[in-house]
């Protein structure tokens, strides 16, 4: 028989993540720090419009872009919390969640053999929605003592003719780090020199700690050359609504369009219509959740003080990466053995990228409560590693 | 930075206050301090527990009693709220807009008992005009605490 399968798919790598959510589930009794949602629930006056929208019998396809009134809503709210304004008839379009906007935005952009610089660690999608797209996804490590940050040095090292994309993922799903809006002014402004495209994916942008988000849109010259990409999972916990929007320039945010029309035809329409009361009323809900998190962020920050673990302090998402490599192992050999030994979920931090590898990554998408037992088992975990060490040297 | 202190506490009295600390970035000597301050100021009047007292063998009834009054020149409403209020089976009592003045929340062993103060005590009471008592029937939630949640953490354990 013929092969069924594409080549490019084959060489595709399934996500490191699922192959620990296989291990995990089918385990008693297991604490999980491996979670990147919120915990909390959709705060109920948003879950109460979608239940109103579908009494209502509103159960039919919205346009391709999506409701009219979201992306009016959208374009308010950049103007509000990003200084950066989008025409919601021509620049915004309406996603399947923020994955959906990523894939669309690199299909629509790139020509065979044109490269995509991804900064890693980072969010598992950017590399293979790349490869799916005939485009060279190009790896940028980032590096802890540069706080996990793009540098301007870093980015000009990686550029070639053939550069086409930089991703733009922060604040960082799996590291924390953010970028300041001096340092995104430097790479800005080596972006429009080389003339190349910028993915920002801003989906935590509601969630900082200590400073505000800036997005790279905002800055003088950037808007033309920007997709900006966000959604509505994380900032109002709602990633089961699947719903997430683009914003750029109308030639790109067109094409991206005609992708989502024969794809997708249009996000749901319940979701779009529970995310127009999310944007209207949902600013407390954010600030409320973002309170917690900063909490349990500090929290931890302190656990792994105690327990002598090192750990660069993260300011955004919810997450923490802390470093094991004093322990001599491999993430996944660290979290493999975590899981069996203590029933503790985390996911390596080679899950994210090559030079993810010896660190974890640590969600805080928990309560306390169930932080403060995981943390335990955690700490009698390494004490284990370390006095073991200790006998045998 | 009270605010803050104020709802931990109104959700967790007995949150540790080392832990307190290290959640809002202070240290405990100026969480106590303030704390302290905030009991003296009585802005914290008492640290309460919240108890589901349906799933234990205690016999308890609670009523809401809507109460019309009229006012008295120069105190309004305030004298015939202390003398509802001094009565310890009376839980709370609110000054309420709309159509009746005080709403009462009374507890009693059981509903003769409740019956007997609305029928004794507070209807003849000189000022009380009238008086309509609700039962509660059940307690769903309660000082913003759901009483039959489900816990279960719902979500796939390792997510992107």
């Known amino acids: ?393 | 930075m009270r605010e803050e202190i104020l709802t931990f506490l109104e959700k967790n009295s007995r949150i540790d206050l080392k832990e307190l600390a290290i959640i809002l970035g202070s240290d405990e000597i100026s969480i106590a301090n303030e704390i302290s301050k905030m009991e003296q100021e009585k802005i914290i009047c008492g640290y309460h527990t919240l108890i589901d007292w349906d799933k234990t063998s205690k016999e308890k009834t609670t009523a809401l009693i809507e109460v019309r009054v009229t006012p008295q020149r120069g105190q309004g409403f305030d004298s015939i709220a202390e003398r509802i209020y001094n009565y310890p089976e009376v839980q709370s009592v609110y000054l309420i807009s709309g159509a009746y003045d005080l709403l009462v929340i009374l507890e009693g062993k059981t509903l003769k008992e409740i019956a007997g103060f609305v029928s004794d005590k507070l209807s003849t009471l000189p000022s009380v005009l009238s008086t309509a008592t609700h039962f509660v029937l059940k307690k769903y939630k309660d000082h913003g605490t759901i009483f039959a949640k489900k816990a279960k953490d719902e979500r796939m354990l390792v997510t992107p």
């Not at chain 1, 239940?51 to 999506?66: A, D, P, V, W």
């Not at chain 1, 990523?102 to 020509?111: E, F, P, S, V, W």
């Not at chain 1, 409320?288 to 931890?300: D, F, Q, T, V």
Request: with cysteine; proline share 5%; glycine share 8%.
């Open chain 1, 1 to 393: 028989m013929r092969d069924p399968i594409a080549e490019k798919v084959k060489v595709i790598q399934p996500s490191g993540i699922r192959k620990f959510f296989d291990i995990a589930n089918q385990m008693e009794e297991v604490v999980s720090l491996g979670v990147g949602e919120p915990d909390f629930d959709t705060p109920w006056h948003i879950r109460d419009e979608g239940i109103y929208s579908l009494e209502k019998g509103r159960t039919f396809y919205t346009s391709n872009s999506g409701l009219m009134e979201l992306r009016e809503e959208i374009s308010r709210y950049l103007e509000r919390k990003c200084r950066v304004s989008y025409n919601a008839a021509s620049q915004v379009l309406i996603t399947v969640g923020g994955s959906e906007a990523i894939d669309l935005c690199m299909r629509a952009m790139l020509n065979p053999g044109e490269e995509v610089l991804i900064p890693q660690p980072s969010f598992v999608s950017y590399l293979p929605c790349a490869v799916m797209a005939d485009g060279v996804p190009v790896i940028i490590e980032l590096r802890e003592e540069n706080q996990f940050r793009l540098t301007k040095q870093q980015l000009l090292d990686a550029i070639t003719e053939k550069t086409k994309i930089l991703v733009l993922p922060f604040p960082n799903n799996p590291t924390g780090a953010i970028m300041t809006k001096e340092e995104l002014e430097e790479i800005a402004q080596v972006v429009i020199e080389k003339d190349i495209y910028v993915l920002s994916d801003e989906i935590y942008s509601e969630l900082t700690y200590e400073t505000g988000h800036t997005s790279i849109a905002s800055l003088p010259g950037m808007k033309e050359r920007t997709v900006l990409i966000n959604g509505f999972s994380k900032a109002y916990a709602m990633t089961g609504w699947r719903l997430g929007y683009a914003c750029g320039p109308e030639e790109i945010i067109s094409q991206m369009v005609k992708l989502h029309q024969f794809a997708i035809m249009c996000a749901p329409t319940t979701s779009q219509y529970a995310a127009i009361e999310a944007l209207k009323n949902g600013d407390e809900d954010i600030e409320e959740m973002r309170k917690a998190y900063n909490g349990r962020r500090r929290y931890l920050m302190h656990a792994f003080h105690e327990m002598g673990l090192k750990c660069f302090e993260p300011y955004g998402a919810f997450y923490v990466f802390p470093c094991i490599k004093e322990f001599g192992m491999s993430s996944e050999e660290f979290a493999s053995r975590l899981l069996d030994e203590e029933h503790v979920a985390v996911v390596p931090g080679s899950a994210f990228g090559d030079c993810g590898d010896g660190y974890l990554r640590i969600s805080y998408a928990y309560s306390l409560e169930d932080l403060k037992v995981a943390l335990g088992r955690l700490e009698n975990f390494i004490k284990r590693l370390r006095d073991g060490g200790r006998q045998d040297g």
